[in-house]
């Protein structure tokens, strides 16, 4: 007998229990729930800003698939990543209605102090948030706590005080 066949015959069985072990472990979790639950999340967690999963609610969904399923964080993880391959992740994104598109969204700062101004102005030279005026803070007056990265014009659909 050819050794270098009973070898690769050898191989082929060894995967084949491999995949069949693989394919058993899948099968004990119900794949399609965890799809519908990950689906029903994103919707409600999402529902005042589909642009915007920050971690927070990454993580928060991803408790919610632990505890839902009694799967391991990592499994949670793999899921949620598997998730994301089919449905992009944005994170702080909005519609500008200036701009005309989706666009990062950085936070609008009211009243900042002598001392702060430049470091919080170095901060608004990088497009990391917008210095907003006092000027505009009155009784009854809503502000937007949210910019346009692109054209820093405000967006209150996405927050306001």
Same mark, same amino acid.
């Given at each position: 007998m050819d050794f270098s066949l009973s070898y690769k015959k050898f191989i082929n069985q060894k995967t084949l229990i491999k995949l069949q072990s693989k394919i058993s472990c899948i099968l004990l979790i119900d794949t399609s729930a965890i799809d519908r639950l990950l689906k029903e999340l994103h919707v409600s967690y999402l529902k005042n800003n589909k642009y915007d999963e920050g971690?927070?609610? *990454? !993580?928060?969904?991803? !408790? /919610? $698939?632990?505890? =839902? *399923?009694? @799967?391991?964080?990592?499994?949670?993880k793999k899921y949620h990543f598997n998730y994301h391959n089919h449905n992009p992740r944005r994170v702080s994104e909005g519609y500008c209605h200036t701009c005309k598109k989706i666009t990062s969204i950085i936070p609008i700062i009211y009243g900042v102090s002598e001392q702060d101004i430049a470091t919080i102005k170095v901060a608004e030279d990088d497009k990391r948030l917008?210095?907003?005026? $006092?000027?505009?803070?009155?009784?009854?007056? /809503?502000?937007?706590? *949210?910019? +346009? /990265? @692109? +054209?820093? =014009?405000?967006?209150?659909?996405?927050?306001a005080i």
């Amino acid at each position: 007998m050819d050794f270098s066949l009973s070898y690769k015959k050898f191989i082929n069985q060894k995967t084949l229990i491999k995949l069949q072990s693989k394919i058993s472990c899948i099968l004990l979790i119900d794949t399609s729930a965890i799809d519908r639950l990950l689906k029903e999340l994103h919707v409600s967690y999402l529902k005042n800003n589909k642009y915007d999963e920050g971690d927070l609610l *990454f !993580y928060r969904i991803n !408790y /919610k $698939l632990i505890d =839902s *399923f009694g @799967i391991t964080q990592d499994e949670a993880k793999k899921y949620h990543f598997n998730y994301h391959n089919h449905n992009p992740r944005r994170v702080s994104e909005g519609y500008c209605h200036t701009c005309k598109k989706i666009t990062s969204i950085i936070p609008i700062i009211y009243g900042v102090s002598e001392q702060d101004i430049a470091t919080i102005k170095v901060a608004e030279d990088d497009k990391r948030l917008i210095i907003g005026t $006092l000027d505009q803070l009155k009784k009854g007056n /809503k502000m937007a706590l *949210f910019g +346009c /990265k @692109i +054209c820093l =014009s405000p967006l209150p659909n996405y927050g306001a005080i």
